[in-house]
């Protein structure tokens, strides 16, 4: 059941995704809660595999890969998807920094794992994956707001909706942040398994 967890996250993301792109009154709605389901499994599976001593080599390596793909899939789908708005720019060149960060702890992580070493996901990791879903939520949550319940908010008093946009880019930025020093933070611990 742990691994059923880990890989349904897998369709969920393909469904959230496409949600984001429909126009229909309740899209955005339906592409919220999914992927609050998604983010949801992500901790139930690997609560359920240590409760139940269910914790397997697929289940570890198939959570971490899982949630980059996520993770980054959702946040391209953002950018696409134009979330952003005159912020788009700045949001795809993060985006690249975080994509660049993924793809070399994953490296580095391979050339480990060839050596007999294993990385483990460390504090800052966890908090970097923490805050790159609540980055993603709040932007989803933004466009549900407005898209589905924006009828609910007097003109002028849409600077609620405002306020949730604005935190999700917060998030987006600091998420950022956290992924590049968590990166920097793993290469100054794990440098020694690239030494030759």
Same mark, same amino acid.
């Given at each position: ?47 359920? &595999?240590? #409760? +139940? /001593?269910? *914790?397997? =080599? !697929? ?61 483990? &996901?460390? #504090? +800052? /990791?966890? *908090?970097? =994956? !923490? ?66």
């Amino acid at each position: 059941m742990p691994n059923i967890l880990t890989v349904s996250r897998i369709p969920m993301l393909f469904v959230v995704v496409g949600m984001m792109e429909m126009t229909w009154s309740g899209a955005a709605t339906w592409a919220f809660w999914l992927f609050i389901l998604a983010a949801l499994t992500d901790w139930l599976d690997g609560l359920w &595999a240590r #409760k +139940s /001593g269910q *914790v397997s =080599t !697929f289940g570890r390596f198939m959570d971490a890969v899982i949630d980059k793909v996520m993770v980054l899939g959702l946040m391209m789908a953002l950018v696409n998807a134009d979330f952003f708005g005159r912020f788009t720019l700045v949001a795809l060149l993060l985006l690249l920094c975080i994509l660049t960060r993924e793809l070399a702890i994953s490296g580095l992580r391979m050339v480990a794992a060839s050596k007999n070493i294993v990385v483990e &996901a460390d #504090k +800052s /990791g966890k *908090v970097k =994956t !923490f805050t790159q879903l609540n980055a993603i939520g709040w932007l989803l949550g933004a466009k549900m707001f407005r898209d589905d319940f924006g009828h609910l908010f007097p003109t002028d008093e849409k600077l609620f909706l405002d306020a949730i946009h604005w935190v999700g880019l917060g998030l987006y930025v600091l998420a950022a942040i956290l992924t590049v020093t968590s990166g920097a933070s793993y290469f100054k611990r794990h440098a020694h398994v690239m030494a030759d």
